[in-house]
């Protein structure tokens, strides 16, 4: 099936590593043009010659820390001077580490940023371009609404998935669609999970929690971003999808 993405542009945060860079390779291999953002810029210049040798539109590349307060604007001002308009944003950048109940407050207020605030500022910069243009695809990578105990992801990718829903009520009729993969409380398998998990756990975990049996690889969670930032996937809105192996347990999120 042609998704009928060449010729678009899009927006890739967090596209160094893991999940976001598995977005970018497959968007460029539908032929579109990406602007990737992240702080590492060799890891950026990889993917872009990856992607270049692979016969794609070679990205353009945004060094951002994203935990700086004007990198919203900034990217904005970048992607928007680079491509022309942005089409799709994939907002991927983000991060979680163990956290408990003893963890200091900057802690909180960091993960909150990274996972939630710069998304939803990102979000609302790009968004009025999509509108003036009367087409766009808001991809947002979040996380598990099941939390086990206290955690960090949980709060910010909760509010990732309320400020989508919303969101997507008011821009639907500009032809913006806004949608949340969230992979957890299944795994896929990146920098963070490796960082985060020893193999003796991954093999428990994936025993014990998830039904395909493993954790999965980025390419497996790429795919349906990919779908859903064609335009075939105009009726997708307003959702937060699984792609997590069958892990969560409540039938109706
Ligand atoms: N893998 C999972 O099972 C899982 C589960 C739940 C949620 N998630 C979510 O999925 C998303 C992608 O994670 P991943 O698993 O692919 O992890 P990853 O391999 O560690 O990738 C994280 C990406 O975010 C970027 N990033 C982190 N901090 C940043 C900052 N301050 N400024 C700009 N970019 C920053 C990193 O790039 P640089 O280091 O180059 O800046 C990297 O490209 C995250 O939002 C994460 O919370 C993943």
């Given amino acids: 099936m042609d998704l009928q993405l060449k010729g678009k542009t899009a927006l890739v945060t967090g596209a160094s590593a893991g999940i976001g860079r598995a ?3 497959g968007l460029a291999a539908e032929g ?3 602007c990737i953002a992240s702080r590492r810029r ?3 210049e990889q ?4 992607i270049a040798a ?4 070679r990205p353009y590349i945004a060094v951002t820390d994203a935990m700086q307060e004007d990198a919203p604007q900034k990217l904005t001002e970048d992607a928007l001077a680079a491509l022309g308009q942005i089409d799709i944003l994939i907002n991927c950048a983000g991060g979680i580490t163990h956290m408990s109940l003893a963890s200091a407050e900057k802690e909180w207020l960091d993960v ?3 996972n939630y605030t710069r998304v939803r500022q990102l979000t609302f910069a790009v968004v009025p371009h999509m509108i003036e243009h009367n087409w766009g695809r808001i991809i947002n990578v979040s996380g598990s609404s099941e939390p086990r105990g206290v955690e960090a992801g949980t709060a910010p990718k909760a509010a990732v998935h309320g400020f989508a829903k919303g969101l997507s009520r008011e821009v639907a009729k500009h032809g913006v669609t806004v949608n949340s993969l969230s992979p957890g409380p299944g795994k896929i ?3 963070m999970t490796r960082r985060l998990y020893s193999e003796q756990f991954k093999k428990e975990f994936s025993e014990r929690e998830i039904p395909v049996g493993r954790f999965g690889e980025p390419e497996e ?3 349906l971003a990919v779908c859903l930032a064609s335009p075939r996937a105009s009726y997708i809105t307003g959702n937060v999808i699984h792609v997590d192996g069958g892990a969560h347990r409540f039938a109706f999120t």
């Fill in 23 to 25: 977005i970018a390779k």
């Fill in 32 to 34: 579109v043009q990406l």
């Fill in 42 to 44: 060799p890891l950026l």
């Fill in 47 to 50: 993917l872009a010659e990856e």
């Fill in 54 to 57: 692979e016969r794609g539109p």
């Fill in 112 to 114: 909150m940023t990274l």
């Fill in 189 to 191: 398998n990146t920098e």
């Fill in 221 to 223: 969670f790429a795919y």
